[in-house]
Nanobody, 122 residues
Framework: EVQLVESGGGLVQAGGSLRLSCAAS????????IGWFRQAPGKEREGVSCISSFDGTTYYADSVKGRFTISRDYAKNTVYLQMNSLKPEDAAVYYC???????????????WGQGTQVTVSS
């Protein structure tokens, strides 16, 4: 059974940091790109960042570039999203996703996690 389990969400003040984790199981982790998406109330789900399977190439949405860092630990089958300098507009449910390839703007993927809430107080 494929599982993507997110953790690390919570409440943080503006300017603060959080690190999200996505623990993957049930598929060959090395063969899949992993992405982070987010959805705020009343808004569509949007891609935040992704990391490729084979060479670790990363992508960031313009809104988070320079503040967020994605990384993957192949030994632990885990992907991290380090979020610094958080802003109130970063508040959303953050979802981890997996697919063979994840391209900028892509919103349909093979597998989704259940999401973790990030709240940023101003």
């Amino acid at each position: 059974e494929v599982q993507l389990v997110e953790s690390g969400g919570g409440l943080v003040q503006a300017g603060g940091s959080l690190r999200l984790s996505c623990a993957a199981s049930g598929f060959t982790f090395d063969d899949y790109a992993i992405g982070w998406f987010r959805q705020a109330p009343g808004k569509e789900r949007e891609g935040v960042s992704c990391i490729s399977s084979f060479d670790g190439t990363t992508y960031y949405a313009d809104s988070v570039k320079g503040r967020f860092t994605i990384s993957r630990d192949y030994a632990k089958n885990t992907v991290y999203l380090q979020m610094n300098s958080l802003k109130p507009e970063d508040a959303a449910v953050y979802y981890c996703a997996a697919d063979r390839v994840i391209r900028p703007g892509q919103t349909t993927v093979d597998y989704w996690g259940q999401g973790t809430q990030v709240t940023v107080s101003s």
